[in-house]
């Protein structure tokens, strides 16, 4: 186990799946669930929710620096082998934040053991479908483009492609991110159709946080499964794309915080 | 030598207009320029130049899939095999290939092989590919199961072919109680021969020399293609015999004309409309992520030009020789050079490419064919005496 500033980080193994784990802080354990993009980093959402809670950020089998899992072939595959990881941790149930393609994974755990999930977050979150509302292809789309609509602030991919690594070790990492995204989300495209007819069993407080100008996942999704979970509540984040937790840090933070120590 | 006619019956109604406004011939490509009626025309006349290519000693036509797009129109080349069936009688028909990863029961294609095989009587090669980048989203298939459900298929199709039904097949992708297919092809020791279309992936040179089938190399330089048909006689040497002439086609388009000027001026805008027009597609519509392993995606983004994703002119076409085009003497030269050189068997003339018209076809064919292929024909024979036995049973 190596130390940094604010995480620790280790390698865990998962039914012979070796797989990367971030944690952080002390508390009532959190896990957060990254999206499509890979969870490489420990953002800085995570340190401020590590002041409450044993914050756990694990990458995906495929993702980054996990390994692969051939066995995992669908996102409920996935869901089954998070089962597993909470088991090997010893966490009983713990609070889910998830982050789009991360949310959806959060379902699943939730739909499959709602037992093993307090609460929950969902951050624009995919999973559904909502006829009638129009979503990009991000599978068909320059990478550099997909970028460009993550963010409302435009500046901020901006930022991102002149930071951008040219690391073969971090080129590498994005493709195989790419990689596994495809596996998992490609038809259905970045949803599960049986979750409508499951998500009645989710009936824990669910927080849905939603970017207001989410060109990935538009505000409509928020509102859907605001409609389809039987006791959640839903926050727009004003002038916010596709990722509220990175865009707009302190809202989601203080959105996080008031949710999960309400007492509800 | 053995001389194919391989057509891909492109649409040839795209305009500059429609080039600039889409940014692909794929996909999404709107289908409002389909015109049926047009189309009509379209399939018997292309039909009309296979079923010439047998009148003037072809030894065999070509078809292929492709979906959703202006770059060929037939998503289903087992039907145009049927039609081709009906129209001709000496010729082999070979289907290059059926798409079989996109087949949720692959077993269909095993029936309709067979079908096509009792229809002529013997007359049909079975190609397998796992379908093009495009294809992939055109069919909202996962590409990163597409070469272990292409094993898959082929592996339920030549047992479906080989053993005695009815049997049980469990595998990955298919799970089917009874195989039993009837009809069973009249080829039958031990299967249609099988043909695999490639640009030249490792995986499948290596896979297609340990099944002793025929590799095709498609549409690549002629560095390009002196690499792969190393590789491949290599890789047969690693399995323990030397590669038969027939184990090795080149597909390319070719074009005669009474002068190499003349054939260059005639074949320009019909090659740069088939490897431009037609072709173009960005990037990620061509390789969608886990088609291509790791290492493949890597090297593609690296190299900043490729066909489909880039323009290439005619010039760089002919240079680099993904083309061959010129006097007959200079193609029979040409392919004599190659063919001393790599020692494929098959040669897969696209006769037709892009807008070429009917007239000039028939001209380009009727030169091939007088004035090419009767100086060919013995090249490689001696070594295809010798295990042409052999490799027909493949």
Request: charged fraction near 25%; aromatic fraction near 12%; include cysteine.
């Amino acid at each position: 186990m190596t130390t940094t500033s604010k995480h620790l980080l280790e390698y865990v193994s998962i039914q012979g799946t070796k797989v990367r784990l971030m944690q952080g802080g002390t508390g009532e354990p959190l896990i957060y669930l990254h999206g499509a993009a890979g969870g490489g980093n420990w953002l800085p959402c995570l340190d401020l929710l590590s002041k409450h809670f044993q914050v756990y950020a694990p990458e995906h089998p495929g993702y980054g620096k996990s390994e692969n899992c051939t066995k995992i072939q669908s996102m409920t595959d996935l869901a089954y082998f998070y089962l597993d990881l909470m088991d090997d941790l010893s966490i009983d149930s713990a609070t889910f934040v998830g982050s789009s393609l991360g949310g959806w994974l959060a379902l699943e755990i939730a739909i499959i053991a709602p037992h093993r999930v307090s609460k929950l977050i969902l951050l624009d979150s995919a999973g559904i479908r909502v006829e009638g509302v129009e979503v990009v292809d991000q599978f068909i789309m320059d990478p550099n483009d997909v970028l460009e609509l993550l963010f409302y602030d435009k500046s901020i991919p901006e930022k991102l492609r002149s930071l951008g690594s040219s690391d073969p070790e971090a080129v590498e990492m994005n493709i195989r991110n790419r990689i596994m995204t495809s596996h998992l989300a490609w038809n259905p495209y970045f949803h599960n159709p049986k979750i409508r007819e499951r998500i009645h069993r989710v009936k824990i407080p669910v927080l849905i946080v939603w970017g207001e100008k989410d060109e990935i996942f538009p505000v409509e999704y928020g509102h859907e499964f605001l409609n389809l979970l039987p006791n959640a509540k839903l926050t727009v984040i004003k002038d916010c794309g596709h990722l509220p937790a990175q865009e707009k840090v302190n809202e989601f933070y203080n959105e996080a915080i008031s949710f999960l120590q309400g007492g509800e | 030598m053995r001389f194919f006619f391989h057509h891909l019956m492109a649409w040839p109604y795209v305009t500059e207009e429609m080039v600039n406004k889409y940014d692909a011939a794929w996909v999404t490509f709107p289908n409002k320029h389909y015109d049926p009626e047009k189309g009509v025309k379209l399939y018997e006349r292309y039909l009309s130049e296979l079923e010439y290519a047998e009148k003037i000693g072809f030894d065999g036509v070509c078809v292929n899939e492709h979906h959703q797009t202006a770059y060929g129109t037939m998503p289903s080349p087992n039907i145009m095999a049927a039609a081709l069936a009906s129209r001709t009688s000496k010729v082999k028909i070979a289907v290059l290939g059926n798409a079989i990863p996109l087949r949720d029961n692959p077993l269909r294609i095993a029936e309709e092989i067979a079908m096509l095989d009792v229809l002529t009587n013997g007359r049909i090669i079975s190609g397998f590919v796992r379908g093009i980048g495009p294809e992939y989203h055109s069919f909202s298939k996962d590409p990163t199961l597409s070469r272990d459900k292409f094993y898959e298929a082929h592996d339920l199709i030549t047992k479906a072919w080989t053993e005695e039904g009815p049997f049980e097949y469990y595998a990955e992708f298919t799970k089917l109680r009874y195989v039993n297919p009837w009809p069973r092809p009249v080829q039958s020791n031990p299967h249609p021969p099988i043909w695999i279309p490639s640009q030249g992936s490792l995986e499948t040179i290596d896979w297609v020399a340990k099944k002793k089938y025929t590799y095709l190399q498609t549409y690549s330089s002629i560095s390009n293609v002196r690499r792969v048909f190393t590789m491949f006689k290599e890789a047969t040497l690693k399995y323990g015999y030397e590669a038969s002439p027939f184990q090795m086609g080149w597909a390319l388009p070719i074009y005669v004309a009474e002068t190499d000027e003349q054939a260059k001026q005639e074949a320009r805008r019909h090659i740069e409309y088939l490897f431009n027009d037609v072709f173009k597609m960005p990037q990620r519509m061509f390789f969608p992520d886990g088609y291509l392993t790791l290492k493949s995606t890597q090297k593609v983004l690296e190299s900043k030009k490729g066909i489909g994703t880039s323009y290439l002119s005619f010039d760089e076409l002919y240079e680099k020789e993904y083309v061959i085009v010129g006097s007959a003497k200079t193609v029979r030269e040409k392919i004599k050079k190659y063919q001393e050189e790599f020692g494929f068997g098959n040669l897969l003339g696209m006769m037709h490419f892009g807008t070429l018209p009917h007239h000039l076809t028939i001209k380009n064919m009727d030169l091939f064919a007088s004035e090419v292929m009767p100086f060919l024909r013995n090249l490689g024979e001696n070594s295809m005496n010798e295990v042409a036995a052999a490799a027909d049973n493949t």
